[in-house]
DNA sequence: TTCCTTGCAAACACTTTGCAAGGCC
DNA sequence: GGCCTTGCAAAGTGTTTGCAAGGAA
C-alpha cells in the first residue's frame, strides 16, 4: 500500500520525465525529501536532511534541481524578507502569516484574502498574476506565552 | 521660501540629532538624496545619485547611513523578493502593486487591505504587527500596449 | 581632544557557473 | 555511446565588518 507522500512523489518524478528530465538518484532523493517535510522549506534545512542520507551530495546540485522544480511549476519560491530563499509546494493561491516568536508559518487560505486581490486590482486597474502576502506577528500560543511570562 | 523636500529633510536631521547621531556631509547628502526619488528606492540606484554628487562616497558609509534610518524607523526597508533591497520610506501601513512590464510601483493604501489584515487575524487568532503584501502583474498601460502589439 | 564617521579592502552568506568525471537511457 | 547530471572549486552578488585616517563637537 502506498502513502500519499509516495505517491506525490511518484507523479512529481512522471511529470519531470515527460519533461526530458532523466531521474537521478540525488533527483529523486531531494524531491522525497521536499515532499516529506510538509509543505514549506528552506535550502538549508534541504540540505541537512539529504547530507543525512547521502552525504557527498553537493550544494550546486540541490541548487539546480529545487531550481528546475520551480522552473516546472511544481515548487514556488516564496519572498520572507530572510537571507535566505524559502519555497513551497505549489497549490491554490494562499498568503502566510509567520510567527515572529517561533516562526511557525501558518498558511492564509481565507476568502477574505480572494476578495481583496479582486477589489484591489479592481480600483488601481492592474491584472494580478501573482502576489506575495506576508503576515508577520504573534501566533496566538506565543502570546499566550508572553502574557504569563509578563505576568510572572 | 522652503521647499516640502527641505523641510522633510531638516525634520529628519533634527530627529538623528536628538538621537545623539552627528550630523556629516555625507548623511545629510544620502538623506537629501533619498527624500529627492519619490517614495522608494533600492541601494543601487541611491548609490548612482549619490556617486553623481559625491563620487568617492564610499558603499559601506550608503549602507551604514540607510540601516541607521531603518533602525530610526524613518525608513522601511520592502520585501520585494528581488536579489537587492529596496527601500521606502515609512508611513502609514500600505501594499505594493509591481508591474512586471514596466518595474512601477503603485502603492495600494485601499481600505480593503485594512479589513483583510483584520479578518485574517480574527480567523486564524494571531496578532499582526506587521505584513508585507506584493502583487505583481501588469499595469493598465502595459497591458493596453500588450493589447496593441499582438494585435500588430 | 575625544569620540564618531569615513573609505578602503577584506570578509561574509547565499547562490551560480565551468569543467572534468561519472551515471542514465 | 551520447548526452545529461554530478561534485568540486571557483566566481558572483549583495551586504557587513575591521581598521587606520579624517572630521564633528
Known amino acids: 500500500m502506498k502513502s500519499v507522500q509516495e505517491k506525490r512523489v511518484f507523479q512529481i518524478e512522471n511529470r519531470l520525465k515527460k519533461q526530458g528530465c532523466s531521474?537521478?538518484?540525488?533527483?529523486?532523493?531531494?524531491?522525497?525529501e521536499i515532499m516529506r517535510n510538509g509543505s514549506h522549506f528552506d535550502i538549508e534545512s534541504l540540505m541537512a536532511a539529504i547530507r543525512m542520507r547521502e552525504p557527498k551530495t553537493a550544494r550546486a546540485t540541490v541548487y539546480r534541481t529545487v531550481k528546475i522544480l520551480a522552473d516546472a511549476g511544481m515548487i514556488k519560491k516564496e519572498i520572507l524578507g530572510d537571507t535566505h530563499s524559502h519555497y513551497e509546494i505549489a497549490g491554490r493561491d494562499h498568503g502566510h502569516f509567520i510567527c515572529t516568536l517561533c516562526g511557525r508559518?501558518?498558511?492564509?487560505?481565507?476568502?477574505?484574502l480572494t476578495g481583496f486581490l479582486a477589489s484591489a486590482a479592481e480600483s488601481h486597474n492592474f491584472t494580478v498574476?501573482?502576489?506575495s502576502i506576508e503576515l508577520f506577528g504573534r501566533c496566538g500560543e506565543c502570546e499566550r506565552k508572553r502574557g504569563m511570562e509578563e505576568a510572572a
Open 105 to 112: 508559518i501558518i498558511e492564509l487560505g481565507c476568502p477574505t
Open 129 to 131: 498574476d501573482r502576489h
Open 23 to 32: 531521474m537521478t538518484n540525488q533527483r529523486r532523493l531531494i524531491i522525497d
